[in-house]
Structure formats: structure tokens, C-alpha cells
């Protein structure tokens, strides 16, 4: 499960980087936001950076098991809080489908994360 959920955030934070660098408008017009240079130039900057969680998250599954849960349980509640600034933003002010994905896709990750918190904290060490 650990490697699924991985993997799957791998690929999403990868996606994103690429659609989010290689198209900023395309982006900008999904949430029916107006183009402007300044929001093409922040786009590319949020899509290295989420480039760079990607990195770190490889090492997601060779993090001790002693500190798997408390590391599992902060990312989830950083997609939850993800979740909701962008369920805010989606009412408030962007228009269309891509909004309510991407808050789908955080409130999922988030789920996924805590869950594995969860089973870190009640599956016995192998050998305990």
C-alpha cells in the first residue's frame, strides 16, 4: 500500500510539474483564470517546486519505521489543509472542472496518508 500511495503521488506531483510548466496558460484558461505574465512566471516557479517534493517523496518509503507515522500523519494533514484552501478558491473564484479535481485529488492523497499513519501506529514492528 505504502508503495502505491507513493508512486501515485509521484506521478501526480510529476504530472503536474510538466502541465504546469509546459502550459501555464492552458492551466490559467482550465480555471478560468485571464493569462498574464506575471501568473505564467509563478506557475513555473510553483511547477519546479513541486518538482522538488517529488524528489524528496522517494524517499517516502525508506524513512524509518519508528517516524513513519508521524511523518505519514503530517503530510495528510497538509493535503487536508491543501484541500481546503483549495475547495475555497475553487467556490470563490475559479471556474470549470480542474478546481474541483485538484481538490479531489488532495482530500484523496490526504486520506490515503493518514490512513497509512494509521496502520504504522497499530501494525506491530516485524520482530518486536
Known amino acids: 500500500m505504502l508503495q502505491l500511495v507513493v508512486r501515485f503521488q509521484m ?5 503536474a510539474t510538466a502541465i504546469i510548466f509546459l502550459a501555464p496558460m492552458a492551466v490559467l484558461q482550465a480555471l478560468g483564470l ?3 505574465n506575471e ?3 509563478l506557475l ?3 511547477s519546479c517546486l513541486l518538482a522538488v517534493v517529488a524528489a524528496a517523496s ?10 513513519r507515522g508521524s511523518v505519514f500523519t503530517a503530510m495528510g ?16 473564484i475559479w ?4 478546481g474541483a479535481v485538484l481538490v479531489a485529488v488532495c482530500a484523496g492523497q490526504g486520506c490515503a496518508f493518514l490512513y ?12 518486536a
Do not use: D, F, K, W
Open 77 to 92: 494533514l497538509a493535503y487536508g489543509a491543501m484541500s481546503v484552501m483549495l475547495l475555497a478558491q475553487h467556490i470563490a
Open 58 to 67: 522517494m524517499g517516502l518509503t525508506h524513512i524509518p519505521r519508528e517516524m
Open 116 to 127: 497509512l499513519a494509521s496502520r504504522e501506529r497499530t501494525t506491530p514492528a516485524v520482530g
Open 95 to 98: 471556474q470549470g472542472i480542474l
Open 39 to 41: 501568473l505564467h512566471s
Open 34 to 36: 485571464p493569462g498574464t
Open 44 to 46: 513555473r516557479v510553483i
Open 11 to 15: 506521478v501526480v506531483l510529476l504530472a
